[in-house]
């Protein structure tokens, strides 16, 4: 006779609940995963390897580096012969596990929104961030917007470049130094006469001007500043020249800045001149760069979030001070001197370098603008 309130104990083949119980891993099947896990793995890094061997990088390929801890595949790895992707089971971690996707890359990712939104008219909003990719790209390439599409496709650029600095070099980038770059790179579109209209090709550059180093009038000072950008290893130096009336030599100086953007070294080689001319009782001067964007930050208002406000903000206390100066822009054309020793700075020891005496690296082009030399360039009208 059986106890009706007994009931066997579950069998070991089932969990209580009546669920079958999991299987133990094969530990034969499992190394073999490994094998070929460690197989593709080194496949994938004798292709880099070669790669890189030939000076390449994985951001050159626009590779989506990716940390995994589950074993995996080369599909999974996006491996596709030497042109490669890396992926994290498509989910972009920065993001707090959305999905990666190329709009996500160039327009929806919570900080690459937030510069977008600072160019678009609120009214378009809707519209801009709920269009797919192709009709996306298609309409605002074709847009009639003045100059709308040059921004635009800078700002896809400059947005791609914004995630790879971030996924490969762990650089965590602000939406005012993304809109900083873009205004930069405005700039020099619009210095080189390619924006203006709504055509993405160049403008007929239909006017040839004549350049010069126009030398400053009585006692007046003329410093001549510029700075200098390597992109292939990201140093920055900064470089100027003091003259007078008669384009001699007075002071020279010379910095190597360690790494950068090219706006810090603009902005950096401003504040060594207007330094300089303090110390030295240099009460009347004349400034000049060929870095528009520089002087648009210096007398405008700008956002105290902006990576540049701390510097901008010193250069207008100088400039603040109980003395004439006065900022211009001039073309590359006239600024020869400045940037030859903006180049020549890479290459001197951290610090300051004063130069009291002409450098021999300029000493040939400060003559040649002492006697008025001149040098054309083509401008759109």
């Known amino acids: ?11 070991k083949a089932t969990e209580p609940g009546g669920r079958p119980n999991p299987k133990p891993p094969d530990p034969s099947k499992q190394k073999q995963k490994d094998s070929e896990y460690f197989e593709q793995l080194n496949q994938i ?6 790669w890189t061997e030939s000076g390449g990088t994985l951001s050159d390929l626009g590779a989506t580096q990716v940390y995994t801890n589950r074993l995996c595949g080369l599909t999974d790895l996006g491996y ?29 990712c919570y900080i690459i929104k937030q510069g977008w939104m600072k160019l678009l008219d609120p009214n378009n909003h809707d519209d801009f961030f709920s269009l797919g990719l192709e009709d996306w790209i298609s309409k605002n390439l074709s847009g009639k917007e003045k100059n709308w599409n040059s921004k635009f496709a800078l700002m896809c650029w400059l947005n791609w470049k914004h995630r790879n600095e971030q996924v490969f070099n762990n650089k965590q980038g602000s939406v005012a130094s993304l809109m900083c770059k873009l205004e930069y790179h405005l700039s020099i579109l619009k210095e080189s ?3 203006n209209g709504s055509s993405i090709g160049p403008n007929h550059l239909d006017k040839e001007i004549w350049i010069h180093w126009s030398p400053p009038k009585g006692s007046c000072v003329k410093v001549n500043v510029d700075g200098s950008h390597w992109s292939h290893s990201g140093q920055i130096a900064c470089g100027g020249v003091f003259r007078d009336a008669y384009g001699n030599w007075i002071l020279g100086f010379a910095k190597n800045l360690g790494k950068g953007n090219s706006l810090m070294a603009e902005l950096k080689g401003i504040w060594i001149g207007l330094s300089l001319a303090w110390e030295h009782n240099l009460r009347n001067l004349i400034i000049e760069t060929d870095s528009l964007l520089a002087l648009k930050l210096i007398q405008e208002n700008v956002d105290k979030a902006h990576t540049m406000s701390p510097l901008i903000s010193s250069i207008r206390t100088m400039l603040s001070r109980e003395w004439y ?11 020869r001197v400045a940037d030859i020793l903006a180049n020549y700075a890479h290459n001197v020891p951290f610090g300051e370098c004063v ?16 006697r008025g030399l001149c040098l054309n360039r083509r401008v759109a009208t």
């Open 1 to 11: 006779m059986t106890n009706p309130h007994y009931s066997s104990p579950p069998s």
């Open 80 to 108: 596709h012969g030497p042109k490669f992707t890396w992926k994290r089971n498509g989910v972009m971690e920065r993001c707090h596990n959305v999905e990666e996707s190329e709009l996500h890359a160039t327009r929806d």
């Open 45 to 50: 890094r004798i292709s880099q390897k070669i």
């Open 193 to 195: 006469g390619l924006l």
């Open 325 to 335: 100066v006065s900022l211009n822009h001039t073309y590359r054309e006239g600024n």
């Open 355 to 370: 130069l009291d005496k002409i450098s021999d690296v300029c000493s040939s082009v400060l003559y040649d603008d002492a």
